[in-house]
């Protein structure tokens, strides 16, 4: 076994000569038992491509000039049996290498996944999916098994060099020349292919867009636009990935051309020798397919290049999504159940890709179980605040606290248990009501019973129940992505009952009644009351005041910063212009800076 392990080390490096990153080198580590067996098995396959020509020898040599029919029975009898052998072990390693890909995907898929959800930005690592399952059909393709292949053609070159030094020094260029051309073709192909991989997945994503926003499309008569732009950003990608394919096609018709002409030179050369007496007659086709065989895989590569590139472009999306985030699924301390203190200390969010300061050193405390309203001018921060507070948004310097402990302290998911969210837009995802009522708690293996009873307490608070009662098939309706099938009220009373699932310690509202009418308004109100009733901290992000009428404390934003922070009166009285009202001696005003 320690031949599986050193004597053939086959891992992402070898085959993709790029640089790993730690999760995946450790990931590879798990699939180094397949690999290596594969590559185990790769020098079995090697060593069993020699019978052929040695049935070559042995028919011409022994059986022609005896006529021993009984030695060429043996002789098929034994080829076929190596043959049978060698079609086994191509399956089992191409099974072997499969079956890697297949623990590659189980072993990295849920921390890729985790870790784009995590980006507060997403960049081009958008498309690491894309890229990973690239990377995956490159572990398990022609071009993988190319590279395991490589190592044993120095078999052959030796067995050429046995029959004759000329067969083997033809053997020799003829490698040379066609490592040569792969050399030539990767410095011709990598540039546009790596362009044109960036610019098909900014094409795609374009695409997705479009696709999601599909009805304002429509609606504001911008389809045929859209369609325009996507074709011309379509046509970068296509082109630069058409001019690769191009430069490619011709290296690999090259690359054919003179392993067909050198085969072909190898019977020459054979002929000649025989010829001359230096070589005897079964040896002519046998140097013909040692030649062949020892430049096939150098022939594959050459042909598989294309996916080679791809592959080590995966491995710099990943590399970079790795280098971006953090592992979020590591051993924390099981912090006890939070009272719902908030407190943010010089928080500072910057504009994606951008210095400009969309938060600027904001400091803020709210006490467990108090109500506070924010409001301010379009721009002012008042969002970005939510996202942060809700943990929706890691801020870019400063720190956030619930119950004197960071948020990074916090194990994400447990966190997000006891702060409830609603956001300008829904969000709704695709699957049933109850499902995105219930945060999809079904999924991360909550009790199917207890699952209905959160998700109809929580749709009832929010006064939501009976409409949902109403949808064709009640809390089992199904809704597309972004909660299409339901209307905008309809939606955000929806992802209201979701925010309030299990009775959260902290209620971040931003822009809760902004598609509600009358009736939904009043069940917002009932459920807010609610909520402070039983000591929840709740914030509410608003333009329309009137929904902020209960708050004990109100925040003014301005360009990113608090302009103001008191009692809900004394804060209006300001805005207004009139003499505020004298404060109880025992009530504190805090005032908070920016």
């Known amino acids: 076994m320690g031949f599986l392990g050193t004597s053939v080390r086959i891992d992402a490096r070898v085959i993709f000569l790029g640089t790993l990153p730690a999760p995946l080198e450790a990931a590879f580590k798990e699939c180094r038992r397949h690999i290596g067996a594969a590559a185990f098995f790769s020098a079995l396959v090697n060593i069993l491509y020699l019978s052929p020509s040695i049935y070559m020898l042995q028919v011409y040599d022994r059986v022609v000039p005896t006529q021993g029919e009984l030695t060429l029975v043996f002789l098929t009898l034994i080829i076929a049996v190596a043959l049978g052998v060698l079609a086994a072990l191509e399956t089992t390693r191409s099974r072997l290498l499969v079956l890697a890909a297949a623990r590659l995907d189980r072993l990295l898929t849920s921390d890729i996944l985790g870790r784009l959800m995590a980006q507060a930005r997403p960049a081009n690592t958008a498309q690491a999916m894309r890229e990973f399952d690239g990377l995956r059909q490159a572990l398990s393709g022609p071009a993988a098994l190319a590279f395991m292949d490589a190592p044993w053609t120095p078999i052959y070159v030796i067995v050429a060099f046995m029959i004759h030094p000329a067969l083997g020094i033809l053997t020799v260029v003829a490698g040379i020349l066609l490592f040569g051309l792969a050399v030539l073709n990767e410095r011709a192909t990598k540039p546009a292919l790596m362009k044109a991989q960036q610019a098909n997945a900014a094409a795609y994503a374009s695409q997705e867009s479009a696709a999601v926003n599909g009805e304002v499309v429509r609606a504001l008569g911008m389809r045929r636009a859209v369609i325009a732009r996507q074709l011309d950003e379509r046509s970068i990608g296509q082109s630069l990935q058409t001019e690769a394919q ?24 054979g002929a000649w020798l025989a010829i001359k007496g230096e070589i005897s007659s079964g040896a002519i086709i046998a140097s013909s397919i040692l030649l062949s065989r020892a430049l096939q895989p150098v022939e594959q590569l050459v042909g598989g290049w294309t996916q080679v590139i791809q592959a080590r472009g995966a491995l710099n999306t990943l590399g970079e999504l790795f280098e ?26 910057r504009a994606p890709g951008r210095e400009e300061l969309v938060l600027k050193a904001v400091s803020l405390k709210i006490a467990p ?101 109403k949808l064709p098939k009640g809390y089992d309706t199904p809704l597309a992505p972004g909660g299409r099938g339901l209307s905008a009220g309809q939606a955000q009373r929806v992802a209201l009952a979701r925010a309030l699932f299990g009775d959260p310690t902290l209620l971040i509202l931003d822009e809760p009644n902004s598609a509600l009418d009358a009736e939904g308004e009043a069940n917002l109100l009932r459920a807010i009351h609610g909520a402070k009733a039983r000591g929840a901290t709740v914030l509410i992000i608003a333009h329309r005041t009137g929904i902020l009428s209960g708050v004990d404390r109100l925040l003014v934003m301005r360009d990113g910063a608090i302009e103001r922070l008191g009692p809900r009166e004394e804060v209006l009285a300001k805005l207004a212009g009139k003499p505020a009202p004298q404060a109880p001696a025992n009530v504190v005003d805090m005032k908070g800076s920016g």
Do not use: C
């Open 246 to 269: 191009f430069k490619g096609g011709k290296f690999s018709a090259l690359t054919k051309f003179f392993r067909l002409f050198l085969q072909s030179a190898a019977l020459g050369l």
């Open 324 to 349: 971006k985030t953090k592992p979020l699924d590591i051993d924390r301390t099981q912090l006890p159940t939070p009272m719902g203190a908030i407190e943010l200390d010089r928080v500072v969010v």
């Open 369 to 469: 179980g108090e109500s506070l309203g924010v409001v301010g001018a379009s721009g002012a921060g008042k969002t970005t605040l939510a996202r942060v507070i809700a943990g929706a948004l890691a801020p870019d310097q400063g720190v956030v606290r619930m119950d004197g402990a960071n948020y990074t302290d916090w194990d994400a998911d447990t966190l997000a248990e006891y702060i409830g969210y609603l956001p300008q837009d829904p969000s709704l995802l695709s699957g049933t009501v109850k499902d995105n009522i219930s945060r999809f708690a079904a999924w991360r293996g909550m009790d199917p019973d207890k699952v209905d009873q959160l998700a109809v307490e929580a749709a009832t608070k929010a006064g939501v129940h009976d409409l949902i009662l």
